[in-house]
């Protein structure tokens, strides 16, 4: 192969790999987890704009959540616990880019019991504006509760989240992002 040939061929093939970069195709799930299945079409497009699906409903008009599972570290009870304030809240979160402006950003630190219910929040961070928001986010920490059992976790049984709020009042926890 002569010297432009070599050169042509590698830019053909750096090429290549750029514009695979650029792909938005499925990628390959982390290590120790699996893929779900694809959900019906159906399914996905019950859900308009990024909102979450919404689970089945108690009789006391609550969202019905599965019991938590145990955790073992600090960072497995704040993913739990971001993934139960979705679920238990599906009509006040949203899912998908966080928008550049956000309208409030109170941020939260929950206190558990051993069984991993509510024992104290305090808040660490009022927002300047929607001062509403921190109640909002209070009211829906109580709801998601409880966040699982946390004997075998060293003490303080705490941890901090950041309710990232949209204009239509909607949280993210900061976890999720």
Same mark, same amino acid.
Not at 44 to 51: M, Q, R
């Given at each position: 192969m002569n010297k432009r040939g070599g050169r042509g061929l590698w830019s053909c093939l750096g090429l290549g790999l750029v514009l695979a970069g650029c792909s938005s195709g499925p990628s390959a799930p982390p290590? =120790?987890?699996?893929?779900?299945?694809a959900a019906p079409a159906a399914a996905? /497009?019950? %859900?308009? $704009? =990024?909102?979450a699906p919404a689970p089945p409903v108690a009789k006391n008009g609550t969202a019905a959540l599965a019991p938590p599972k145990? *955790?073992? /570290? $600090?960072? %497995? #009870?704040?993913k739990q616990a971001a993934l139960r304030l979705v679920e238990a809240n599906p009509d006040r979160t949203y899912m998908g880019e966080v928008p550049a402006v956000l309208l409030a950003i109170p941020v939260l630190e929950i206190e558990l019991r051993q069984d991993g219910s509510v024992k104290n929040i305090h808040v660490l961070r009022k927002p300047g504006q929607? #001062?509403? /928001? *921190?109640q909002l986010a209070i009211d829906a920490v109580h709801r998601a509760a409880p966040f699982g059992n946390v004997a075998r976790l060293p003490q303080p049984w705490k941890f901090n989240e950041v309710f990232l709020f949209n204009d239509?009042?909607?949280?993210k926890p900061r976890t999720l992002d």
């Open positions: 290590a =120790g987890e699996t893929a779900a299945p996905a /497009t019950a %859900e308009p $704009h =990024g909102k145990p *955790v073992r /570290t $600090h960072d %497995e #009870l704040r929607a #001062l509403d /928001t *921190v239509q009042r909607r949280f």
